[in-house]
């Protein structure tokens, strides 16, 4: 009965590489983001999506891109992959974009980039 | 833009000892203010939260209370256990954005509970 869950748990990859994060939640929610948690946790959003609209962090390069399948998935592409992308991946869900809508968080994907 | 500050530790007790972590938030508006716990090799998890100012957030007793005039969501609670390990996040979700925006999270606060 997992509410938010992520695929892979560990993902090890060299320079230049691209991968890509995969994530499912199963509480309805319709809206979605990603967090990148740096070596020292500080956690800051990347995306957050709805059926509707993407709204992008600015200072994420674009060799992130987020793609919707469908309402219940988010996954997170990163083409030619460097060393500073190296991080845990975060990714969450909410019913709504309200400021009070709570974000249910996944068990984060830990990225190494050799 | 919106901020949040928090003492980022370590911070260590022993157990049965009383914790007090402060956070204090930059935002327009009215935001939702948030408490987060990582446990080791876990993501996140919501602690407790408060909508809007004077309300108490409480759950596994953990406490804070949304101080609008003080710009404050400190946390505390009265016995800590062991158990209580964990790195330990304030948030904030301003009102200001629109459409989907994220959680504004502080460092972080290490905390460890000896026996």
């Known amino acids: 009965d997992t509410a938010v869950s992520q695929t892979p748990k560990y993902l090890v990859t060299q320079m230049g590489n691209d991968k890509s994060i995969k994530c499912e939640q199963n509480l309805g929610h319709d809206t979605m983001y990603w967090y990148k948690q740096d070596s020292k946790k500080f956690l800051k959003i990347m995306f957050s999506y709805n059926n509707k609209e993407l709204i992008i962090n600015e200072t994420v390069p674009n060799r992130f891109s987020p793609k919707s399948p469908d309402k219940a998935h988010l996954n997170l592409h990163i083409n030619s992959l460097e060393l500073g992308d190296s991080a845990v991946y975060f990714c969450?869900?909410?019913?709504?974009?309200?400021?009070?809508?709570?974000?249910?968080f996944g068990p984060g994907t830990r990225l190494t980039v050799l | 833009g919106n901020s949040v500050t928090q003492m980022e530790g370590p911070v260590t007790l022993s157990e049965e000892a009383f914790l007090t972590i402060n956070c204090t938030y930059t935002a327009t508006g009215y935001p939702s203010l948030f408490w987060y716990v990582q446990y080791p090799g876990e993501g996140l998890q919501l602690l407790l939260k408060a909508t809007k100012a004077d309300d108490k957030g409480s759950n596994k007793g953990f406490e804070a209370t949304y101080r609008k005039e003080t710009t404050s969501f400190h946390l505390e609670k009265g016995s800590v256990q062991v158990s209580d390990s964990a790195v330990y996040f304030c948030?904030?979700?301003?009102?200001?954005?629109?459409?989907?925006?994220?959680?504004?999270f502080g460092k972080g606060t290490h905390l460890i509970i000896q026996p």
């Open positions: 948030a904030l979700r301003g009102s200001s954005g629109g459409g989907a925006d994220g959680l504004t």
């Open positions: 969450a869900s909410s019913q709504g974009q309200g400021t009070i809508d709570t974000q249910y």
